[in-house]
């Protein structure tokens, strides 16, 4: 039904009077959920109570007397607009179970976030519950706006129960499969698989779980997952291998699939640290089987600390500047869900991984995923799919909570995966300019010497020398790597985190926050650097020890003093900087080395890691890195 309608559920055949009975609707696209799964969420993030009041549970709202409920929140709202411009869905449905008296309007909203009312019933069961449904087109959304539900009573209450919104079912639904990879988080993981499992509409159309575990301390252990595993039966997989970090652990998940042959397939991987929102599996599903040609489809992240918080509501990367997590103009960025929605519609890059569907077809067409251990495998995947004119939706609504990027210190061994597989990854999409990469990896150096982080100094050049070394270093699957820059951080003293009373030969009253001054001017920050790297080379500096914040711990504040203790920007503990004229002059002449290098050979490099690609990432590459038999 389009335009405004007025209908009137009659009770004794639970149908709206006049309602748009075209298409079977068949295909649940998302549930009306009225709280979270998890005390940790506010419901305010389902419904929201606009006037009276309401009582909310997982999957039951019922509105007092003189109330008003709308569904205008982040999980509550139809994403109209992604589902016009990506699938063949023109009429959407919403239908829940309904007891006592009220009115249900269907609301629509356009990219400038305006309201209109599309569909209008009234509701009077007498005491019995009915199944109601209303009808809308999916329509006039190109660029953005979403239809959602408000509720409203008078003298009755009025119960909404069961609420869902449909659409045409397509003729078979894929094959559908989640993966699930960890390492050494076996309770986390335990607990990701149970919040799944226990959901009784999000694995009602999934063929199998892979719990790929890479870690010691096995997931199989946890009573939790015993019980699930035993509930689950066959459609549970649990697969023991060596770690190859993420990248090899999701890439066994789609390796699983493409085995057992044919197309067309879902492939959903999850992340096992995650805050699961089961919600998020059925969404982007439904959405990948309505799709007119195959995407990745992924979910966005929420973060576990600020549960409201949305991380980016679509993303895309800088590769000359090695820059992920970019926002794309007009996303929602670190931004709460409260406020802030999300109307105009947005194309993304590529989808991070920690929740997130590939189709079989698109790996068929373009290959697995590339052996970079972690960090910008995604990334270079999905920018592997665009070249090949596969699309990556990022489907507003569809969530998990993930621990907040922002609370992970940059100065952790990750960083070198970070940087090198940025590298690669540009080296293969894009025309990287050693040059210009060299000046600003340079700039990076002298910032981190000056302000005597060492360690990150030496991941910054490892970084550029394995990715100068050639594909090569690709071929365990980044084992070797993973556990060499750990062992070789570790020889610098300011990587390793202390209790923030007990600071070896620092008596806590002796740190007294030091606060940083102005930001320099940008057009200044060079002379800036000049200066604070002649007075560090001299010693012209405060001995200290001086306690920074995780705030104030600039290059700029850092480097003006010889030993100082700065809190770690997970806020459990503190890095010790101290102030070491020869370790730095031994990085700095290795780091020139390695600048001189990247700017002479990076085109060279890149072309070999072009040629090797195919093979890096075909099926006979991972089985070797599996040691399966083929």
């Not at 549930?31 to 305010?44: K, Y």
Request: charged share 25%; proline share 4%.
């Amino acid at each position: 039904m389009d335009g405004t309608a007025l209908n009137r559920l009659d009770a004794r055949s639970n149908e709206p009077v006049g309602a748009d009975a075209a298409g079977s609707y068949g295909l649940t696209a998302q549930r009306l959920l009225f709280d979270g799964p998890s005390p940790l969420v506010s419901a305010d993030m389902y419904t929201s109570v606009s006037k009276g009041n309401a009582e909310r549970s997982r999957y039951v709202a019922t509105l007092a007397k003189r109330s008003v409920v709308e569904t205008n929140s982040y999980f509550g709202r139809f994403p109209a607009s992604y589902w016009q411009r990506w699938t063949d869905v023109t009429d959407a449905r919403f239908t829940a179970t309904v007891t006592g008296r009220g009115r249900i309007d269907v609301v629509a909203t356009d990219s400038k976030g305006r309201k209109r009312t599309v569909a209008s019933t009234t509701v009077d069961t007498d005491g019995q519950s009915s199944r109601l449904g209303i009808a809308a087109k999916v329509q006039q959304f190109l660029d953005g706006g979403a239809l959602f539900v408000r509720f409203t009573t008078t003298s009755h209450e009025l119960t909404v129960e069961d609420a869902e919104w449909t659409v045409d079912a397509p003729a078979a639904l894929r094959p559908t499969s989640v993966v699930i990879c960890t390492f050494n988080r076996a309770d986390d993981c335990a607990n990701t698989v149970a919040a799944m499992a226990e959901d009784p509409i999000a694995l009602h159309g999934v063929d199998n779980v892979y719990v790929i575990d890479q870690g010691t301390d096995r997931v199989e252990t946890r009573p939790l997952f015993q019980r699930v595993a035993a509930e689950l039966g066959e459609k549970l997989v649990y697969i023991t291998q060596p770690n190859l970090g993420g990248a090899g652990g999701f890439t066994r998940g789609l390796y699983e699939v493409q085995g057992k042959g044919g197309d067309p397939a879902n492939v959903i991987f999850m992340d096992d640290d995650v805050l699961c929102e089961p919600e998020a599996i059925v969404r982007m599903n439904a959405f990948a089987n309505k799709t007119v040609e195959p995407a990745i489809v992924g979910s966005q992240m929420l973060y576990l600390l600020h549960p409201d918080r949305v991380h980016v509501g679509a993303e895309v990367a800088n590769l000359q500047k090695l820059e992920a997590g970019l926002y794309v103009k007009n996303a929602i960025s670190d931004k709460s869900a409260f406020k802030k929605k999300q109307d105009i519609r947005v194309d993304a890059g590529y989808n991070g991984w920690w929740s997130c569907l590939i189709p079989s077809e698109i790996v068929s067409q373009i290959g697995y995923p590339l052996p970079l251990f972690f960090q910008w495998d995604d990334i270079e995947y999905g920018y592997r799919a665009r070249a090949n004119g596969f699309a990556t939706v990022t489907l507003p609504g569809a969530a998990v909570w993930h621990a907040d990027f922002a609370w992970k210190d940059w100065d952790e061994w990750h960083r070198y995966f970070n940087l090198r597989n940025g590298m690669i990854t540009a080296a293969l999409h894009a025309d990287l300019d050693g040059r210009k990469l060299a000046r600003q990896l340079g700039t990076d150096l002298f910032r981190y010497l000056v302000s005597m982080q060492y360690g990150m100094a030496y991941t910054l050049i490892k970084a550029i020398e394995d990715f100068l070394a050639g594909p090569g270093k690709l071929v365990d699957g980044g084992m070797d790597a993973a556990g060499s820059i750990r062992r070789e951080r570790a020889e610098y003293g300011e990587t390793k985190r202390h209790n923030a009373n007990a600071v070896p030969g620092i008596r806590p009253a002796d740190m007294v926050i030091t606060p940083a001054g102005p930001t320099p001017n940008k057009s200044l920050e060079w002379a800036v650097l000049a200066k604070r790297v002649l007075n560090q080379w001299r010693g012209r500096v405060h001995p200290g020890p001086v306690a920074i914040s995780a705030d104030d711990a600039h290059w700029w504040h850092v480097s003006l003093f010889a030993h100082a203790v700065v809190t770690d920007r997970s806020q459990e503990g503190v890095r010790v900087r101290v102030r070491d004229q020869g370790t730095a002059l031994v990085l700095l002449g290795r780091g020139l080395q390695a600048l001189r290098r990247l700017r002479t050979e990076t085109e060279d490099v890149s072309q070999e890691y072009r040629v090797a690609m195919p093979e890096l990432t075909s099926r006979e590459n991972w089985a070797r890195l599996y040691s399966i038999e083929v």
